[in-house]
T-cell receptor
């Protein structure tokens, strides 16, 4: 168990809908990262937050947004969902050194 | 263009042999490189980190090398066991960027 929690584990929704994925980092970790993993693309970095502030941005679509709250949990919002957004979404956290990342169990999103 | 490539999508070996996985990169200057293990449907788990000024790192049956001239890292699992069957991801970190992952190599160890 990495200490990172993600909810929900599974999510089935329809095209055009909006969903929110939630992540709680390991106790004491200030950084949260979001990744998308699909079969053909591998693990793609979306965005990083550090202590509430956006730190780095990857190939995150404009339809996607994230935030980190004062209690350090983070939410990833996906809107106007398309079939191609079906994937595993992982959250990871790291400590101050920011080297090793600890991944949560992921949320499997299926868009029908 | 920048690329990180893992030698093959799948590697099949017999129990007791040494598995060697390769990670090559192009147009990056990583400060360090990491290897993660991922089981189906689960999140990656950190295994080893090696810095640009280190040649080799070991942890139990695992060994990783890092050659910045060849732009390559090798990941070895000695005395492999069926429980080592998983997908192994390499990831590199370059200053100013987030961690960049390869697509992984799926290792199958048969008894």
């Amino acid at each position: 168990d990495s200490g990172v929690t993600q909810t929900p584990k599974h999510l089935i929704t329809a095209t055009g809908q909006r969903v929110t994925l939630r992540c709680s980092p390991r106790s004491g970790d200030l950084s949260v990262y979001w990744y998308q993993q699909s079969l053909d693309q591998g693990l793609q970095f979306l965005i990083q937050y550090y202590n509430g502030e956006e730190r780095a941005k990857g190939n995150i679509l404009e339809r996607f947004s994230a935030q980190q709250f004062p209690d350090l949990h983070s939410e990833l919002n996906l809107s106007s969902l398309e079939l191609g957004d079906s994937a595993l979404y992982f959250c990871a956290s790291s400590g101050t050194a920011g080297e090793t990342q600890y991944f949560g169990p992921g949320t499997r999103l299926l868009v029908l | 263009s920048q690329k990180i490539e893992q030698n093959s999508e799948a590697l099949n070996i017999q129990e007791g042999k040494t598995a060697t996985l390769t990670c090559n990169y192009t147009n990056y200057s990583p400060a360090y490189l990491q290897w993660y293990r991922q089981d189906p449907g689960r999140g990656p788990v950190f295994l080893l980190l090696i810095r640009e000024n280190e040649k080799e790192k070991r942890k139990e049956r695992l060994k990783v090398t890092f050659d910045t001239t060849l732009k390559q890292s090798l990941f070895h699992i000695t005395a492999s066991q069926p429980a080592d069957s998983a997908t192994y991801l390499c990831a590199l970190h370059q200053a100013g960027t987030a961690l960049i992952f390869g697509k992984g190599t799926t290792l199958s160890v048969s008894s």
